[in-house]
């Protein structure tokens, strides 16, 4: 961290805690910029406010807090503009705009909307709220000036068409601008994750085929009229054409989430439902299944059994515990090696991981299985004392059963989780340890349903344990 040792003013000093973070120490974006001015302004008007203007005059502290506000009204929509790039697709071309220089929010707003709502219709929801605000802004102070100085350029007044601001107006109306400029940041980040892996067609995101999925039959009905009704409607909501739509069946029928909604899940690579539960019978010698039943009893009994459990642990038998867990591995090893490759066990790490970092795309899972088999397929070539080690990763969580259950069911997988919670006596307990993927249901559904506005069918894995 350099420092200028001829510069007074702008040093390290005590206290510690009085020392701001700038530049590469902490690295802050458009967006950490745009809170602090909008931050800034909350507290500025918060202090004229609570002395009834008469420690802070309103005459004079109205010019900061309005131009704080109009600066990171600025930085977030620039903030906004540069995450329309990544969206950017086909034959869609963003004309060019100097984000950099040019300060008048009117324009840099208006090109936002036009060019966002033509990338993505989803923008729409989350535009609507802002424009009138940000439009008021624009019309009293579109390019930074009129906060800044009493006088414009060619010598004419400020503000002389308003005379009074009631700042007890600015206080009411800005935390809500606010919070939807973070709302239009997040809905940015949310659909730039979408689109980096690019699940699209020319017309339609990856929201959009989930709808389709939705929209459409069950695979084994494509044969039938409700195949017809349903494609004449889908090219009649999103105006495609049938070429269109037949790329869009082909991308759905190659994925794996949408695929589960067609009811045709797609087959694990490497992993079978065989090599699944002799996995799972090791790793239950290693983890009480009771632990995870206590876990998702139904309360308030579940809350009470788990505090005991965790009450009653203790530490005496600890050295005694470690051997006897070394001698459990030397006996479960052999099986283990002899019947699951590498590769299945690191398509089952990429189960696990897709539940336990609760990743929004299926396409997650993808890149994940291939950099777990990738490291498992070294850890056996490097000997077998490594691939043991990979190997008795997840015999070690007490979650995995439960992360992998929810991953497959997400993907389709009804027959294989039935059959595993019959096995270790979890079918009771479904509705508790599958609730994260049955909640994603539920929302998907819901957002499926507003989209298309017609009341789409569930398919058969959003059913279960209900």
């Known amino acids: 961290m350099s420092q200028n040792p001829d510069n007074e003013t702008f040093r390290n000093a005590e206290p510690s805690w009085a020392n701001a973070c700038v530049g590469d120490n902490g690295s802050p974006d458009i967006v950490d910029y745009a809170a602090g001015f909008a931050n800034a302004a909350q507290v500025l008007l918060e202090q004229v406010l609570s002395h009834r203007g008469l420690k802070h005059p309103t005459d004079t502290f109205v010019y900061p807090i309005c131009f704080n506000m109009r600066h990171a009204i600025e930085l977030y929509i620039k903030a906004a503009i540069d995450s329309l790039h990544p969206l950017v697709h086909h034959a869609y071309r963003l004309p060019d705009i100097d984000v950099q220089t040019s300060h008048d929010i009117g324009k840099l707003w208006r090109y936002f909307k036009e060019h966002a709502v033509a990338l993505d219709w989803r923008y729409k929801t989350v535009i609507e709220p802002l424009d009138t605000a940000i439009s008021d802004f624009a019309a009293v102070d579109a390019t930074g000036q009129v906060f800044r100085y ?3 350029r060619e ?6 068409e308003l005379a009074i601001i009631n700042l007890g107006v600015l206080w009411r109306k800005f935390p809500k601008l606010i919070a939807d400029l973070k709302t239009l940041k997040y809905q940015g980040d949310f659909l730039g994750d979408e689109y980096r892996h690019r699940s699209y067609t020319a017309r339609l995101s990856r929201f959009d085929l989930v709808c389709i999925s939705y929209r459409l039959p069950p695979r084994v009905a494509w044969e039938t009229e409700a195949f017809d009704v349903a494609k004449a409607e889908i090219r009649a909501h999103f105006d495609i054409s049938s070429n269109e739509f037949s790329r869009a069946v082909r991308l759905i029928e190659a994925n794996i989430e949408m695929a589960a909604i067609l ?8 992993l079978k439902a065989a090599q699944l539960t002799r996995y799972f019978d090791s790793w239950c010698k290693f983890i009480d299944v009771d632990d ?3 876990r998702h009893a139904p309360a308030p009994e579940g809350r009470d059994a788990l505090l005991d459990a965790e009450v009653k642990n203790d530490d005496s038998g600890l050295l005694d515990g470690i051997r006897a867990r070394a001698a459990l591995r030397a006996e479960t090893w ?3 090696m002899a019947n699951i490759s590498a590769e299945a066990l690191g398509e089952m790490r990429a189960l696990y991981y897709f539940s336990r970092n609760k990743s929004r795309h299926t396409e997650e899972f993808e890149r994940e299985r291939e950099l777990s088999i990738r490291d498992l397929v070294a850890a ?3 000997g077998e004392a490594r691939l043991r080690q990979s190997a008795f990763y997840l015999i070690d969580k007490p979650l995995a059963l439960e992360h992998v259950l929810n991953s497959l069911l997400f993907f389709g997988h009804i027959d294989v989780v039935k059959e595993m919670l019959q096995r270790y006596e979890l079918s009771s307990y479904a509705s508790g340890l599958l609730e994260r993927t049955l ?5 998907r559904h819901r957002q499926a349903v507003e989209a298309m506005n017609f009341d789409v069918r569930h398919p058969a894995n959003e059913l279960f344990a209900l």
């Open 439 to 443: 909640r994603r249901f539920s929302l």
């Open 292 to 294: 995870l039943k206590k």
């Open 380 to 382: 056996r070539d490097a």
């Open 334 to 336: 052999p099986d283990l």
């Open 155 to 160: 010598n004419q007044k400020h503000l002389t």
């Open 263 to 270: 009811e045709v899940p797609r087959p694990l690579a490497h």
């Open 150 to 152: 009493p006088f414009g």
